[in-house]
């Protein structure tokens, strides 16, 4: 078992979505319990990670406000999805292993991201933690991926799920979690961001 350590990983919060299904706000800026959704990912990040940076395609004045780096989807693929935004963070980043979080998992716990430290060994490229099925956008990635990543962005397949699927089966390790259930829900639309502000409440 080979442990990362903060200094070899950079965190990205992706908060460059259109909001489609929240009447194309900007997710990342929503507010829930007094605090802006991208602040609940940048907390949960920061004790795991060397340094966080944001992806953001709108609002940068916003979120220039949380002192932290930004970028956006490189031109070619703008917009077309967390695939470009994943892709943009691994190209600047100067530590080899990128941790990525979405922006709309409030709930998320510290202590489950920490297990995308472990490596099973050091041919891993990529660990994704998975709830009733993968979740790739909680997950760390090796800068080697960048190649494959360009390739996939130019096909036009910029489905996470079908990347992963593309790599060799010992660079993909994949964490299966049992509890804490509510950790991976999204923020998707007004009913979700409710329900969770209620549990949010309640902590």
Known sequence: MIELVAKDITGLILAGGEGRRMDNRDKGLVTLVDKSLVQYAIECLQPLTHTQIISCNRNRDAYQAYGLPLIADDE??????????????????????????????????????????????????????????????????????????????NSGRTGMQ????????????????TSAQNAFRNTNNVTELSQIEEILRGK
């Open 76 to 153: 070619r693929w703008s917009l077309l999805g967390p695939m470009a935004g994943i892709y943009s963070g691994l190209k600047v980043i100067e530590t080899d292993w990128l941790m990525v979080m979405p922006c709309d998992t409030p709930l998320m716990q510290i202590d489950v991201m920490a297990l995308l430290k472990q490596l099973s060994h050091d041919g891993v490229k990529a660990h994704i933690l998975a709830w009733q099925g993968w979740e790739p956008l909680h997950a760390v990635y090796h800068k080697d991926l960048l190649p494959l990543l360009e390739h996939q962005l």
């Open 162 to 177: 079908h990347f992963l699927h593309q790599l060799e089966d010992d660079a993909l390790q994949i964490s299966e979690i």
